[in-house]
């Protein structure tokens, strides 16, 4: 909620229920705007109400509706990316992914608690997909992108960017937060 600008008249709060003035002072009302809604909410301080404290409790009001949004953005970013951590990088790069490329892909996939579900090391053959196309789950698209051959790279991937609700069972459950250990082999 931001602060806008101070006006000075009579607010519902201090008009009772037959609609006549209760007092015969007129309140403050410090219009704030709800950023999510877009909606003006009138904040009534009462006029027997010192200036210094009227700041202080405008200031906490929007301390606290400042942090439940900031708290509200944060989760959402993290519901909507994946967490990437670079394990290994080749000192030389000639190439990195990009949309189009047709990738070969080895990697260890686990739940968050360590249970793992798939591994392609384990099987020694890794996975081919063209990037960028929609073959794999959104989280591996973003996470592979930019990769160099040989390099290794630790994906957390939420639900919303990997089987969301549904999962895929028997082996991954709904709302399943996945971890990839992933190695670029090659870019064709």
């Not at 705007?33 to 404290?53: G, P, V």
């Not at 509200?72 to 190439?95: H, L, M, S, Y």
Request: aromatic share 8%.
């Amino acid at each position: 909620m931001g602060l806008a600008t101070y006006k000075t008249k009579t607010c519902m709060r201090c008009i009772n229920t037959s609609g006549y003035v209760q007092r015969q002072i007129k309140c403050d009302i410090w219009p704030l705007y709800d950023r999510d809604n877009f909606q003006q909410i009138n904040f009534c301080l009462a006029i027997t109400m010192s200036l210094i404290e009227k700041i202080q409790l405008v200031m906490a009001v929007l301390f606290l509706s400042g942090a439940a949004y900031l708290a509200a953005d944060i989760q959402n970013t993290k519901a909507n990316n994946v967490q990437i951590g670079v394990k290994f990088r080749p000192e030389v790069c000639e190439r990195k992914a990009v949309p189009g490329d047709t990738v070969s892909v080895h990697y260890q996939g686990k739940l968050v608690d360590g249970t793992e579900f798939d591994n392609s090391f384990k099987r020694g053959r890794p996975i081919d997909f063209k990037l960028g196309k929609g073959v794999v789950i959104k989280g591996w698209e973003q996470g592979i992108l930019g990769m160099c051959v040989g390099e290794k790279r630790v994906l957390k991937i939420p639900p919303a960017l990997g089987y969301g609700d549904a999962g895929a069972p028997p082996t991954i459950p709904g709302k399943a937060s996945l971890i990839f250990e992933t190695e670029l082999m090659d870019i064709k």
